[in-house]
């Protein structure tokens, strides 16, 4: 009987290993206590839960929807997002070493710093003006 059962179901769903997956899902309900849609006749779960895919006595769409959500680990829920990007951008300029705008910023000269003319290096020659050697 379960023969003439799938053929009738692959005329309903072509793909076979989607009806298996249907079937067996279909066949748990029923095993969690739903109600049939089709006389048992002495049948197990898998075979009525065939018999009623391929009778169309149960909604397709609806057992997809059961099958999906019941192979899922994790459910995502849509929430709106956070506009974080104002602190992200700030985090990551401290990061970078990047200075705000309205930071303040010493300065100093040479002098405060203690560099002598020893200490900087040879003239700077300028490529725009003539050598002395020319």
Do not use: Y
């Not at 929430?79 to 303040?104: F, K, R």
């Amino acid at each position: 009987m379960a023969r003439v059962t799938v053929e009738d179901c692959v005329e309903r769903v072509p793909n076979r290993f989607e009806i298996v997956l249907l079937a067996a899902r279909r066949a748990r309900e029923i095993a969690a206590g739903s109600m049939l849609t089709v006389d048992r006749d002495n049948d197990k779960n898998p075979v009525v839960s065939l018999r009623e895919i391929g009778d169309g006595t149960i909604e397709l769409g609806e057992l997809k929807e059961n099958l999906v959500h019941s192979l899922q680990r994790r459910v995502e829920v849509d929430e709106p997002e956070e506009d974080n990007m104002a602190a992200l951008m700030s985090a990551s300029n401290e990061w970078a070493g990047v200075i705000q705008e309205n930071t303040a910023v010493e300065t100093f000269t040479a002098d405060e710093v203690g560099v002598t003319e020893a200490d900087t290096p040879a003239a700077e020659t300028n490529a725009d003006e003539p050598s002395a050697d020319n």
